[in-house]
């Protein structure tokens, strides 16, 4: 079984910035992929960011891409978004996943086993 934990989240204005956290345990994770998923009210939760677990390749979603960095400290299991140039539509909640997608499904929700509790992100103008 695998826990996961996000924290981080809060307030910001536009144009500032957020680090979320996501803290990992229970098992070994160098063969997980752990990504950063979001969901606004009334819309889907929608695919942010991904990183594999004991590799160097990252994945983003066109529209953070520049604006948000996925990173991890494995010494930690822990893995970050640091989210900067902060925009309204960027509140939502945001959730932290961990699995085994293969590249073409890494962005489906489906794919991810394990999800922490989410952690609110809330950008005003």
């Known amino acids: 079984q695998v826990q996961v934990v996000e924290s981080g989240g809060g307030l910001a204005q536009a144009g500032g910035s957020l680090r979320l956290s996501c803290a990992a345990s229970g098992r070994t994770f160098s063969n997980y992929v752990v990504a950063w998923f979001r969901q606004a009210p009334g819309k889907e939760r929608e695919f942010v960011a991904a990183t594999i677990w004991s590799g160097a390749s990252s994945n983003y979603a066109n529209s953070v891409k520049g604006r948000i960095t996925i990173s991890r400290d494995n010494t930690k299991n822990t893995v970050y978004l640091q989210m900067n140039s902060l925009e309204p539509e960027d509140t939502a909640t945001y959730y932290c996943?961990?699995?085994?997608?293969?590249?073409?499904?890494?962005?489906?929700?489906?794919?991810?086993?394990?999800w922490g509790q989410g952690t609110q992100v809330t950008v005003s103008s």
């Open positions: 996943a961990c699995g085994t997608p293969t590249f073409q499904t890494m962005r489906i929700p489906g794919s991810y086993a394990y």
